[in-house]
């Protein structure tokens, strides 16, 4: 009987309380302390993990004491953006395996802070970055795995997803800890990381690639002021930066070009837009459309479905015989299972700081493109050279140790 992981949670708020549901899922672990700045909240979350888990759960205000106090091993940090990586490196700095959740870096020397506390400490940070575990985004991985894709070229994605009620509610304070507020004072790549960790992991970012520059465009701002008005019948008084789309070209070191969309503001269907294209030929997710050259009809795009039958990833073909389980499809899940592997063999996870770094910098290097008319910009390389090294498969390939 394996031990069991003893996980704190620091942030429960929806996607806190969400992904401690999921956990319940994965055996072998119990939370055995939740922390949150709101007490109802808390007070709620540790009479249901001391009920589920029987075993007592303590309650914290303050993360600083559930890390000092907690009887834990791991812990899942699902707070607000800003409060992500001061978190994530106190945790690390006193040892415990650290799982963060998503969301843009507020700055470049925070990502170097979070690499550092790594490093001084040899403390792991998994990166819960969930879509890496999507079916599609597996699908994916499995075709570029079987060579039917060829040799990966260019590369998008997006986060378009129609966030106006949320920003909203943020606005009127019906959600008082969250961050879109950032939307005012910033123009950026809001939430780089469920396009781009997929696609880095396709084309071995930060293990023999690395993302090099970017520039950015952003277009004007009126989707929420729109909304806005329609809502209340009043002008949007103020200044609101965020464009409503900004677009970001990635260039990388191995040749390849990364496109990344930003639109949070207007209206339409949600969708992370990827297209991942080859020299045999390429997969969209809009329509889910797939051409390889010498099996597609010539010229003309076939639907995906045939192919994810065949090339279905095969921790996907398990899971949908075994049952789906939990939430965003399954692919919470999935991570979770990941991140406690990881975790209680104290592995190098496959989402790792470095990556973490790479991706979530990318959010405050555009605005800084787009500062200055979208000029080309350096991207750090949070490895210190070491991103030429190929790492071993269990140390990167997410799919190998559930
Ligand atoms: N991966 C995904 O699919 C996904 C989905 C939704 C949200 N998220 C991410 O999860 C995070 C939380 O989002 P949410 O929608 O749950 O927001 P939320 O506002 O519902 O919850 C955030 C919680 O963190 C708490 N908090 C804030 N600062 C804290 C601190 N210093 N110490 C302890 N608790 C603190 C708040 O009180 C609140 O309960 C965000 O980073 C978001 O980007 C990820």
Redesign the pocket.
Known sequence: MKKKLKVGF??????????MSNLGFVENTVVTAV????ES?VAECVKQCTEKYGVECSG????RE?IDKADIDAVI????????I??AVYAMKKGIYVGM???PAGSVDECRRLVHAHEETGTHLFL????CWGRYEMFVLNLIRKGMLGELIYLAGAYQHDCRE?LYKEYSGE?????RYLHKIRNMEG?P??ELAPLAKYIGVNAGNRFMTLSASSTKARGFQKYYKETTGKDFEGIYRQGDVVNTLITCACGETITLTYDTSLPRPYSRGLRVQGTNGLWMEDNHSVYIEGRSPKDAWEKDDDYLTEFDHPLWKKSLEEGVKGG?GG??YLMLEAFCYYARNNMRPPLDVYDAASYISISCLVEQSLSLGGTAISIPDFTDGKWVIKRAADENDYDVNV
Do not use: K
Not at 175 to 179: G, L, N, S, T
């Open positions: 620091i942030g429960v708020g929806n996607r806190g309380q969400s992904l922390c949150d700045l709101c909240r914290f205000t303050d993360y559930l940090i699902a707070s607000t953006w800003l409060t992500h001061p978190t959740e998503v969301g819960l970055e969930n879509c949320l959600r008082p800890f969250a961050e939430y990381t469920h965003h692919m919470d």
